[in-house]
């Protein structure tokens, strides 16, 4: 008889929960540029419950310890984006924002700066913070936390201003700090015409969901940045258009939110679920190292009204079941019971055809060989 796996409702949950977490791994390592680290990882996870599955005791413990000092090492090396992450996760986790005061002069005011920089063809650039902080994306500045104006924008990127060089960073209608250097992308689409200005915007922007504007020195243009867009605009109205449709959230339905959920990421999602599956059969296949044959009664349920049974070819069914030793050792295999559905039973002799799920399996066993494979039972009327 073919194996009879104990596929259940435990065992999907623990591949789709094996699934997104390497699914988160996989994006936060492509972010990090650490993909190939986090890959070695998964694949020494893997040789080693391979070797566990062959007997290799003790290359299974070295391929482990090699696995775990790869995710120390990772966290170590790669602590800045560690902490990056888990503040985006702290953003993304609370269950209400805070509304500031009212923006709409602070913007008019930033919109007509931009504008007259743009016009004197001198460079700026200016973060807008939202929810994610960006502390932990800038290195220096000078703190300002001054009220917004236009003056004092564009006084911090005359050419002659300490301060023009790096970026200015406002949160709210507060102006936080000024000479701020920020991360440079590392895309390779970036268009030529941008610059060092443009590269460092486009770096905070897919780290953060913060808003960047960028003047232009040499043409004189303004361009948005959000996540890995950029708008160029070509006045204060038509950028205020931009940033009231940006930080308004925009609602859709669960049906399109589902849908881009699915689409989204396809070949890291194809990837974390081939390694999950990869990593989840490797560990079924190592726990299931040990055998027991256990002698099941036989139970009907369901039996038609009106209807009982009057005999059956065997009272017991002889399983030999394949899994770890603590389970084998921890659960009460004695316990265990076949029970055949009669409800769609007719009156006569009936075959019943052992399934997987004829007997409820502790998880992570599975039925290697059963006797008989079949029952026969003959159902009458009830005396």
Do not use: C
């Amino acid at each position: 008889m073919s194996t009879l796996t104990a596929l259940r409702w435990q065992n999907a949950t623990d591949f789709l929960v094996l699934t997104i977490a390497f699914y988160g791994l996989l994006r936060w390592a492509r972010e990090a540029r650490a993909l190939r680290i986090a890959f070695g990882i998964a694949g020494l996870h893997a040789a080693a419950l391979l070797a566990l599955h062959f007997g290799l005791v003790v290359t299974s413990w070295v391929l482990n310890g090699l696995a775990l000092t790869g995710v120390v090492l990772l966290i170590v090396v790669f602590q800045p984006e560690v902490r990056r992450t888990l503040m985006h996760l702290d953003s993304r986790l609370r269950l209400w924002t805070q509304s500031g005061p009212s923006r709409s002069s602070a913007r008019t005011s930033i919109g007509e700066a931009v504008f007259s920089l743009a016009r004197s063809r001198l460079g700026s650039l200016i973060v807008l913070v939202r929810r994610d902080s960006v502390t932990e994306l800038t290195d220096d500045g000078i703190a300002l936390d001054a009220r917004i104006s236009r003056e004092l924008i564009e006084s911090v990127f005359q050419k002659s201003s300490p301060l023009h060089d790096g970026a200015l960073i406002i949160h709210g209608d507060r102006i936080i700090k000024a000479n701020v250097v920020l991360p440079l992308t590392q895309r390779r689409d970036v268009p030529t015409m941008f610059g060092t200005r443009h590269r460092a915007a486009m770096g905070l922007a897919e780290r953060s969901d913060a808003i960047v504007l960028v003047v232009s020195e040499q043409r004189g243009e303004v361009r948005v940045m959000r996540g890995r867009e950029n708008w160029r605009v070509g006045d204060t109205v038509g950028l205020l258009g931009v940033l009231s449709s940006l930080e308004t959230p925009t609602r859709t339905s669960l049906t399109r939110r589902a849908l881009r959920l699915l689409t989204s990421d396809v070949r890291v999602k194809l990837a974390a679920a081939g390694l999950a599956a990869m990593v989840w059969s490797l560990w079924f296949l190592a726990a299931a190292t040990t055998f027991r044959t256990v002698s099941v009664p036989i139970e009907f349920s369901n039996v038609p009204q009106g209807m009982d049974v009057s005999g059956q070819s065997a009272t017991r069914l002889e399983i030999e079941l394949r899994g770890s030793p603590w389970v084998m050792d921890t659960s009460s295999l004695t316990e265990l019971i076949a029970r055949f559905d009669l409800s769609h039973a007719k009156e006569g002799l009936q075959t019943l055809q052992v399934q997987p799920d004829t007997v409820e399996l502790p998880p992570g066993t599975v039925i290697d060989r059963v006797s008989p494979k079949t029952v026969n039972v003959r159902v009458g009327p009830r005396h």
